[in-house]
């Protein structure tokens, strides 16, 4: 599903720069919950990003699903993720003026909102979000929020998700739902990566990175689903 081979992306800086990550290679199947873990500033997000195709390498390759990312134009790779990536993040990025279903299918055509709108209700009905689907962000508690993140992550059916601390402003009972249908997904035969510096996904993980200073300190572990 996901192939990086020695991805490297440093940052500018006086003087010098600032390495991100460092001659990183991973892989991780369908049907796997990833963790990656490790300390606040050692470049996971920098990782997320870049297998995400929002941050291109200075070397190395991202494929997801065979394709190639950094080998695509800009809107090529735009198309890619808005069809193939679903992205969960701390601060849930929602649109304040949309109302929940409408922040779900933000960014779908006319066509594709039509086609999954069977599909979202029940995500919405799934995620406990029945009575609150014409509410608006600001007058949800931050665990419906995230609900609706991953909601609209999930909407569009992707063959990889992405979660960057998808529970760090999460109660412990929200978060464990969050993980829950993360699973769900990756047992239906899709990929998950999330990045933390927690242990709170580790009940959920099939396979563990870490990373300290860009770099993978340890061989990937296994574990069973």
């Known amino acids: 599903m996901v192939t990086c081979s020695h991805l490297t992306r440093n940052y500018a800086a006086r003087p010098g720069s600032v390495a991100g ?3 990183v290679s991973l892989e991780i199947p369908a049907g796997e919950f990833a963790v990656l ?10 990782l997320l990003l870049t297998i995400g195709g929002m941050l291109r390498p200075e070397s190395g390759t991202v494929s997801v699903g065979g394709t190639d990312l950094y080998s695509l134009s800009a809107s090529q790779r735009a198309e890619f993720r808005a069809s193939r990536l679903g992205f969960v993040f701390q601060l849930f990025h929602l649109v304040p003026y949309l109302t929940v279903r409408e922040n779900i299918l933000a960014g779908m ?4 909102a039509r ?9 919405i009905h799934d995620l406990g979000l029945s009575d609150r689907r014409n509410a608006h962000p600001g007058t949800l508690s931050a665990g419906e929020r995230q609900r609706v993140a991953l909601a609209r992550a999930l909407a569009r059916k992707p063959a ?20 829950q249908h993360l699973d769900r997904f990756r047992r239906q ?6 990045v933390t510096h927690g242990n709170d996904a580790a009940p959920f993980a099939t396979r563990t990175f870490r ?7 340890q061989n990937p572990s296994l574990l069973p689903a």
């Open 189 to 194: 035969g899709g990929a998950v990566l999330v």
């Open 211 to 217: 990373l300290e200073s860009g770099r993978l300190v």
């Open 37 to 46: 873990q490790g300390p606040s500033g050692c470049g996971k997000s920098t």
């Open 109 to 112: 055509s006319t066509t594709q």
């Open 115 to 123: 086609s999954l709108a069977s599909s979202v209700d029940s995500l």
């Open 21 to 23: 990550i460092v001659d």
């Open 160 to 179: 990889l998700i992405l979660a960057d601390e998808p529970t760090g402003n999460l109660d412990p009972a929200n978060a464990q739902l969050v993980f």
